[in-house]
């Protein structure tokens, strides 16, 4: 084991570096029930040992084979058999942040380990919150509590992720109130990563949610997967709803150490979008609004699947496979970060980091040595046989002790900023909702009411109003800091205003092609019955067609009723110059 670190304290909780903290969760009742013995852990509030420790009937049994002839059910060879003598030798005392007991709460553990990681989320910077360990060892149940209701009908125990919620959106709810001008906007992304696929939990299995492609950022911001959905927040309540529901949909499997076992790494991110006031800024010239400054903190909660061993007859091999393989390469990130870090190098400088050798740990990079800060929470469990697992769970959080991070808001420019072209998009509706208003008003009054076709515009552009002022949420309703709650809306109200202005052309030019339409109709008709009457003057043919020819002008033949208007003149000639001719035009 590495030595202590100094007896600073500071030095252990300062930003500048990975906090760790181990939680030892207690014997399960189906544990003490097949007899598992409980190993000789020790345990402060800041370091946690193993002393004296004894072997277990199993590797006694394993010791008295290598020493004789080794047995045909036993999987070692003799070469591991005898290195099984370590086992006796007292291991050195591990030196960390926190460390709980088989007694402490999950409230206990986020108060005191990650609850400084979230409120520095609210503030614009990164924040990751992992859970490591082997199978079994309560990695789940302390990132998302416990789903099963009590038997008082209770909900169960909360998780991390409830408390982290609940104090985020409280934070950001007080100081949307505390400070004037303040606007907040929550995203929500939950992916899951299986056998080094990439799939989205927020939506339903199908191709679009299943093995996304894993692609660098272009502003050198780290990773990303292409295409993972994001849903707008407002509460915590609602994160839980789409949580619940998307847990569902989690690769998980029964094996030998736990019931309901995850085979798969899920990354819940809360991208919080913060613009305020810039302080000590005085507005100039006409613009009355002081300077926003706007920032973009991610907080990631990550459960990392336990690693395992393989041995014969285990199932799901390839998933154990896949799980160890991606653990692995993680490990060999953290030991060269930390070998970094033991040299005072921060940043980009040092050895090289194979981030790209997995996708966990390009989606991570950033939280890994990166700008943010980033708290780790190693889970054990007491059974002594579980002691090898639990030993290398404690070296590899040493050596993530010993990352450094430098975390700083994430300042965004303004064309950068959702919260501000959300803005935008509404103040525009806001004001071509009132010039609807106040046209719908004009057209209303009272010598426009015998016009038929003018009522009916005004009405339906009455209606788009309406509706328009139905879908636009106002940022101050209801005291709510949070510009919208769905980006489906918000795209709706935006297609719906482009397209508007086109659909009240395109209106318009119908409703004045009828008009002309129906007035080159009554000019057939009026002339019609002028031609009649020359005719029974007894005047000539020439001068009733000559009449007919100058009735219903269409000022524009390009229109569609041209043509037949024009038919209908000449063959109303024609009928005329007939009836003429046989002498039986109609009297009147």
């Given at each position: 084991?590495?030595?202590?670190?100094?007896?600073?304290?500071?030095?252990?909780?300062?930003?500048?570096?990975?906090?760790?903290?181990?939680?030892?969760?207690?014997?399960l009742?189906?544990?003490?029930?097949?007899g598992?013995?409980?190993?000789?852990?020790?345990?402060?509030?800041?370091?946690?040992?193993?002393?004296?420790?004894?072997?277990?009937?199993?590797?006694?049994?394993?010791?008295?084979?290598?020493?004789?002839?080794?047995?045909?059910?036993?999987?070692k060879?003799?070469?591991?058999?005898?290195?099984?003598?370590?086992l006796?030798?007292?291991?050195?005392?591990?030196?960390?942040?926190?460390?709980?007991?088989?007694?402490?709460t999950?409230?206990e553990?986020?108060?005191?380990?990650?609850?400084?990681?979230?409120?520095?989320?609210?503030?614009?910077?990164?924040?990751?919150?992992?859970?490591?360990?082997?199978?079994?060892?309560?990695?789940?149940?302390?990132?998302?509590?416990?789903t099963?209701?009590?038997?008082?009908?209770?909900?169960?125990?909360k998780?991390?992720?409830?408390?982290?919620?609940?104090?985020?959106?409280?934070?950001?709810?007080?100081?949307?109130?505390?400070?004037?001008?303040?606007?907040?906007?929550?995203?929500?992304?939950?992916?899951?990563?299986?056998?080094?696929?990439?799939?989205?939990?927020?939506?339903?299995?199908?191709?679009?949610?299943?093995?996304?492609?894993?692609?660098?950022?272009?502003?050198?911001?780290?990773?990303?997967?292409?295409?993972?959905?994001?849903?707008?927040?407002s509460?915590?309540?609602?994160?839980?709803?789409?949580?619940?529901e998307?847990?569902?949909?989690?690769r998980?499997?029964?094996?030998?150490?736990n019931?309901?076992?995850?085979?798969?790494?899920?990354l819940?991110?809360?991208?919080?979008?913060?613009?305020?006031p810039?302080?000590?800024?005085?507005?100039?010239g006409?613009?009355?609004?002081?300077?926003?400054?706007?920032?973009?903190?991610?907080?990631?909660?990550?459960?990392?699947?336990?690693?395992?061993?393989?041995?014969?007859?285990?199932?799901?091999?390839?998933?154990?496979?896949?799980?160890?393989?991606?653990?692995?390469?993680?490990?060999?990130?953290?030991?060269?970060?930390?070998?970094?870090?033991?040299?005072?190098?921060?940043?980009?400088?040092?050895d090289?980091?194979p981030?790209r050798?997995?996708?966990?740990?390009?989606?991570?990079?950033?939280?890994?040595?990166?700008?943010?800060?980033?708290?780790l929470?190693?889970?054990?469990?007491?059974?002594?046989?579980?002691?090898?697992?639990?030993?290398?769970?404690?070296?590899?959080?040493?050596?993530?002790?010993?990352?450094?991070?430098?975390?700083?808001?994430?300042?965004?420019?303004?064309?950068?900023?959702?919260?501000?072209?959300?803005?935008?998009?509404?103040?525009?509706?806001?004001?071509?909702?009132?010039s609807?208003?106040?046209?719908v008003?004009?057209?209303?009054s009272?010598?426009?009411?015998?016009?038929?076709v003018?009522?009916?515009?005004?009405?339906?552009?009455?209606?788009?109003?309406?509706?328009?002022?139905?879908?636009?949420?106002?940022?101050?309703?209801?005291?709510?800091?949070?510009?919208?709650?769905?980006?489906?809306?918000?795209?709706?109200?935006?297609?719906?205003?482009?397209?508007?202005?086109?659909?009240?052309?395109?209106?318009?030019?119908?409703?004045?092609?009828?008009?002309a339409?129906?007035?080159?109709v009554?000019?057939?008709?009026?002339s019609?019955?002028?031609?009649?009457?020359v005719?029974?003057?007894?005047?000539?043919?020439?001068?009733?067609?000559?009449?007919?020819a100058?009735?219903?002008?269409?000022p524009?033949?390009?229109?569609?009723?041209?043509?037949?208007?024009?038919?209908?003149?000449?063959?109303?000639?024609?009928?005329?110059?007939?009836?003429k001719?046989?002498?039986?035009?109609?009297?009147?």
């Open positions: 084991m590495m030595p202590p670190p100094p007896s600073d304290t500071a030095s252990l909780t300062g930003p500048g570096r990975v906090s760790v903290c181990c939680r030892v969760r207690p014997l009742p189906n544990e003490v029930a097949q598992f013995q409980r190993a000789p852990w020790e345990l402060t509030a800041r370091s946690i040992s193993l002393r004296e420790r004894q072997l277990t009937r199993a590797e006694s049994e394993l010791l008295r084979e290598g020493e004789g002839h080794a047995s045909t059910k036993s999987l060879t003799r070469g591991e058999l005898r290195n099984l003598d370590h006796r030798r007292p291991d050195d005392e591990t030196i960390m942040d926190h460390v709980f007991g088989e007694r402490a999950t409230e553990v986020y108060r005191l380990a990650f609850r400084d990681i979230v409120h520095a989320a609210a503030e614009g910077m990164n924040g990751a919150i992992l859970a490591y360990g082997q199978t079994s060892s309560g990695k789940t149940f302390s990132i998302s509590g416990s099963a209701a009590r038997a008082d009908g209770e909900m169960g125990d998780g991390i992720i409830h408390f982290a919620l609940e104090d985020l959106f409280a934070e950001l709810q007080g100081k949307a109130s505390a400070t004037s001008g303040s606007e907040y906007l929550v995203r929500m992304s939950y992916c899951e990563l299986y056998m080094e696929r990439v799939n989205d939990l927020l939506r339903k299995i199908g191709p679009q949610s299943q093995n996304l492609t894993v692609k660098e950022d272009p502003e050198g911001r780290g990773f990303y997967a292409d295409g993972l959905k994001e849903k707008i927040v509460s915590a309540e609602e994160v839980l709803a789409l949580f619940t998307a847990e569902k949909r989690r998980v499997a029964h094996t030998r150490y019931e309901v076992s995850s085979r798969s790494h899920t819940l991110t809360l991208c919080v979008e913060c613009s305020m810039l302080e000590g800024d005085v507005p100039l006409e613009d009355p609004e002081p300077a926003q400054v706007t920032r973009i903190g991610r907080l990631v909660i990550v459960d990392l699947a336990g690693n395992e061993r393989l041995e014969a007859g285990t199932e799901y091999v390839a998933e154990s496979s896949s799980i160890n393989k991606s653990l692995f390469f993680l490990g060999k990130v953290i030991e060269k970060l930390a070998a970094r870090g033991s040299r005072g190098v921060a940043g980009e400088e040092g090289h980091v981030f050798d997995s996708k966990l740990t390009r989606l991570l990079s950033v939280h890994l040595g990166g700008n943010s800060r980033t708290g929470l190693v889970t054990l469990t007491p059974a002594a046989d579980a002691v090898e697992q639990s030993l290398t769970t404690l070296r590899f959080a040493q050596k993530a002790a010993e990352v450094r991070c430098v975390a700083k808001p994430v300042l965004v420019s303004k064309e950068q900023s959702l919260i501000v072209k959300q803005r935008e998009i509404i103040a525009q509706l806001h004001n071509q909702v009132k609807l208003q106040e046209e008003q004009q057209r209303a009272p010598q426009l009411s015998g016009r038929p003018e009522d009916d515009l005004a009405a339906e552009r009455q209606q788009c109003a309406a509706q328009l002022q139905a879908l636009v949420l106002s940022s101050t309703e209801q005291g709510s800091s949070f510009v919208s709650k769905s980006r489906e809306v918000d795209t709706v109200v935006t297609a719906l205003h482009r397209n508007m202005d086109v659909l009240q052309k395109q209106k318009a030019l119908v409703v004045d092609n009828m008009k339409l129906y007035k080159a009554n000019d057939v008709n009026a019609l019955a002028h031609a009649a009457e005719l029974r003057s007894g005047q000539d043919t020439a001068a009733a067609a000559s009449i007919l100058s009735a219903g002008s269409v524009d033949t390009s229109v569609a009723w041209a043509p037949a208007v024009l038919e209908l003149r000449e063959k109303l000639q024609l009928l005329l110059a007939a009836a001719d046989s002498g039986q035009l109609p009297e009147g």
